[in-house]
């Protein structure tokens, strides 16, 4: 996925890739664990967000890469 179809989550704090067992892959909030108004998997592109902050490059930044 590009930053494009992300959108702000791109470079949130708050964001965290997910990998099902079937190999989709998801952006989880991390902001949702202490503040019900944000969703856990929010529908992307996030354009706008109350909760975005800027982060820095660490572990969960980069979409895990798909199955064969």
Do not use: I, N
């Not at 800027?54 to 572990?59: K, P, T």
């Amino acid at each position: 996925m590009s930053a494009g179809e992300v959108g702000l989550c791109a470079s949130c704090r708050h964001r965290r890739w997910v990998a099902s067992g079937k190999g989709s892959r998801f952006l989880y909030c991390r902001r949702s664990e202490t503040d019900p108004l944000f969703p856990k998997y929010p529908r992307l592109p996030v354009l706008r967000c109350g909760g975005y902050e800027a982060g820095e490059e660490r572990e969960g930044q980069s979409p895990p890469a798909p199955r064969p």
